[in-house]
């Protein structure tokens, strides 16, 4: 699947206004009621799965839908994210959790639709095939990925804030890193502002 074009200033946008109700997310009682076990998760699936369906759906919040989602979560997530399977028992909690609050500060109006799409999706992961010859890669391959990238990238969650195990000098994939993609050092910064300098 090609990657629609998207406009960097509008992915911008989309990715702070995110981070912005991120913020007051981790501070609400859907935050808190989630359970321990995926709260370091929280930044990674929210982060991604907003700026995901900006770049693939072309949706901002206002018009996220539930087909949109499914595609997302199950398309889009295993074939970018190298920590999918690590992932996958949290998707589910921490977005409903997420849409929950969206709707009671009125940001979004289906929230119960989305929570619906979530409970009827299969989430499965799918294997991260490694490309270590030339060969055309498998199509659930992550070609453009070493063992040890995949290691690095599993090591840390994207989007997670790490705090003294970051590395200075991380493993970087062989593919271009978009700018506004999380830094795969695993700080929770975009690139551009993180060893995208």
């Known amino acids: 699947m090609t990657q629609k074009e998207v406009s960097v200033k509008k992915l911008d946008n989309i990715q702070e206004q995110t981070t912005e109700w991120l913020e007051g997310f981790m501070e609400s009682v859907h935050y808190k009621a989630l359970p321990t076990t995926v709260e370091s998760q929280v930044s990674t699936i929210v982060m991604n799965y907003a700026t995901w369906m900006y770049k693939e759906e072309e949706r901002g919040a ?39 609050f969206l709707e009671e500060n009125s940001k979004i109006s289906n929230s119960q639709t989305l929570i619906r799409k979530l409970e009827k999706l299969p989430l499965e992961s799918k294997e991260i095939v490694v490309q270590t010859s030339p060969k055309k890669a498998t199509e659930t391959s992550k070609a453009d990925y070493s063992q040890e990238e995949i290691r690095q990238f599993n090591r840390f969650s994207m989007g997670q804030v790490a705090t003294s195990n970051v590395t200075s000098d991380p493993v970087m994939p062989n593919r271009k890193i978009g700018r506004n993609e999380p830094c795969p050092c695993g700080s929770g910064k975009k690139y551009k502002k993180c060893h995208g300098r």
């Open 62 to 100: 206002r018009k996220w839908t539930a087909t949109a989602t499914e595609n997302i979560l199950t398309k889009v997530f295993p074939r970018e994210l190298s920590n999918f399977k690590e992932l996958e028992g949290a998707i589910v909690p921490v977005l409903t959790a997420f849409f929950n």
